[in-house]
């Protein structure tokens, strides 16, 4: 999917988990919730991987070494990372994203940008991504909203947790001007200091010099510096990857140890990747049924046809058979089915012309 509009006309979603890595251990951990909690080590030698809110507030940050992070926060509770859940958790939320367009820019685990510009309302779009997000995971994420990822990064951090910014258009330049240039992304506390020094507090500050004088005192950096404040930023969205399937998975409150109640849950999740194949008009081949076991241990099954399947009755009987295929091993936590060998030429059909500005004209940016 290409998108042909100017990229000053483009709508760009960034969102960001907020605090991913603490938030999946107090979700996994109940006895953790509201404490502060840092991921990684503690010591003289153990470093801050992530931090709760509740952590934060101490002053406690990523990167920070452990021993002064305890000292900020004598009642901190250290745990080590579990990487495999959080890249678990986030590939359902990239698959979240991938609903929505195929134009995704993962930047790490818990953030991405999203281009949805042939959609009437990046607004309403980011809020409906955040409100599945929290409903298909139980975790927060916040979002921001402009024409360039540049503008939409900034924007996320703005009203974190679990909130979102939309900077329309008319509205870009006034707020460059009136931010903190320690605010830009790309400005960090030596460059921030080093504009202090030359007089540059504010956007407007930084607006007011010109091309050769940025860089001549930050070198390339200075040409990027004097084209962001104009709200100039022509990087577009890069997707990783072309989707290859669609899915959907759920992870248990407790495990689950007979393959009846299992049932049960197949023709939940069914029904819910029927919607999901109709929404992108797409179909496959191939049916994958996922199962982790509450010792973290991962089988797959799969099945290939000579149809494509997008029917909820055909995905529940195939799904049926491949969990009753062999016994199972343990209890399991997890289950998720996914079809790909997808007809990949209509995912993600744009809305149309028509659609577009009927509706813009009554919607939000």
Known sequence: ????????????????????????????????????????????????????????????????????????????????????????????????????TPLVEPL?????????????SATLIA??????????THLTASAGISINKFLAKIASDW???????????????????????KKFHGIGKKTKLKMYHLGIYTGKDLKGQSDSFLTKHFGKAGSYYYHVVR????????????????????????????????????????????????????????????IKYSDFIQQTRSKTGNLYLSNKDLILEEAKNLLYQEKLLNSVRLIGISLSNLNVNKVNKPPSKKMLKSEQLSLPF
């Open 1 to 100: 999917m290409s998108v042909n509009l100017p990229l000053d006309q483009r709508k760009i979603i960034h969102i960001d988990m907020d605090a991913f890595f603490a938030s999946v251990e107090q979700l996994d951990h109940p006895e953790w919730r509201g404490k502060a909690l840092a991921v990684g080590g503690g010591g003289n030698r153990g470093v801050v991987a992530a931090a709760s809110y509740e952590a934060r507030k101490f002053g406690v940050r990523s990167a920070m070494n452990g021993r002064r992070a305890k000292e900020l926060c004598p009642h901190l509770i250290f745990t080590k990372p579990r990487f495999d859940r959080y890249k678990e958790i986030s590939e359902t939320i990239r698959a979240i994203f991938l609903e929505y």
């Open 108 to 120: 790490s685990l818990d953030e991405a940008y999203l281009d949805v510009s042939e959609y009437p």
């Open 127 to 136: 809020e409906e991504i955040r409100r599945k997000i929290e409903s298909q």
């Open 159 to 181: 009203n974190k947790p679990n909130g979102q910014k939309t900077l329309p258009p008319n509205e870009v330049i006034s707020f460059l001007e009136s931010l903190d240039v």
């Open 231 to 290: 709200g100039i930023h022509n990087s577009v969205v890069k997707p990783h990857r072309i989707p290859k399937s669609v899915g959907i998975e759920r992870t248990f409150s407790s495990n689950l140890t007979s393959e009846l109640f299992l049932e049960e849950k197949l023709k939940e999740l069914a029904e819910n990747l029927d919607k999901r194949l109709k929404k992108n008009k797409v179909a496959g081949k191939t049916l994958t049924l996922k």
